[in-house]
């Protein structure tokens, strides 16, 4: 299938972004990158200074786009009101633009808090009911519920994507299970915007780890096949967390790991 025209990747200063921008290149004729903070060097790319929750601000940042790799807003636990700026707001503001401006293909940055939950002991599929561990992970939750409305009622696509841990390397025994290598996450966006059908489904983005907690099944049709494995860090994980976590500590008993027992983050005033 032939390049993108020009691919919008929101969250642009973030992590995630970080990791896979430039590879990300290749999907596209040109690359527009946005986030309300500095990302730093970006080479050939366009960047536009945005606030998710300026609604006139997204309208002109998505108009002119074919694909958009959602990555932007909050991507850990926060007070509640800060979080409905960025993620609830915000992805109003995303699929609403998408639909004045030619419904450009979705890739939604969900996240494993939206199952967050499930034990560590159990194999959930694309159709698990929504267990979220943190407001972070209800806000998720949120997204992928408005991304599946805007399929159902206008014919938007989308891939709603319930990352792992998307870092360079698995930081913890968790990470064993729930990496995302960055090269994967890659190759999953090539198919999300090249596969001739997409429709809007559940995809979870996690590498072709041995621990395996996720069930993409329902996906073969994309025919995403992801090459890295947890596997070749296990013995730095091990060097690293010397200490084997008890199995009712949230860290070994839960999907979503320390997110599950954190507190809700303290609102300012409402
Ligand atoms: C996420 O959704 C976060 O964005 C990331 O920072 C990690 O905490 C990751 O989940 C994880 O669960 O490891």
Known sequence: ??????LLVTGAAGGLARL?????????????LSDIADPGEIGAAEFVECDLADRAGVEALVKGCDGIIHLGGISKENTFETILQSNIIGV?????AAQNHGQPRILFASSNHVVGFYGQDEYIGADAAHQPDSWYGVSKSFG???ALMYWRKFGQES????IGSCFDVPADRRMQATWLAPEDFVSLAERVFYAPRLG?????GVSDNEAVWWDNSATSYLGWKPQHSSAQFDADVVARNPDIP??????????GGVFTDAPLWESGAD
Not at 92 to 96: E, G, L, P, S, V
Request: aromatic residues 6%; hydrophobic residues 40%; glycine residues 2%.
């Open 1 to 6: 299938m032939a390049k993108l025209e020009r």
């Open 246 to 255: 008890g199995k009712d500590d949230p860290v070994a008993k839960y999907q």
């Open 144 to 146: 992928e519920a408005a």
């Open 20 to 32: 896979v921008r430039d590879n990300l290149a290749k999907l596209a004729h040109s690359i527009r």
């Open 200 to 204: 809007c489904p559940v995809i979870y």
């Open 92 to 96: 109003r503001n995303i699929y609403d």
């Open 159 to 162: 891939a709603l994507v319930r």
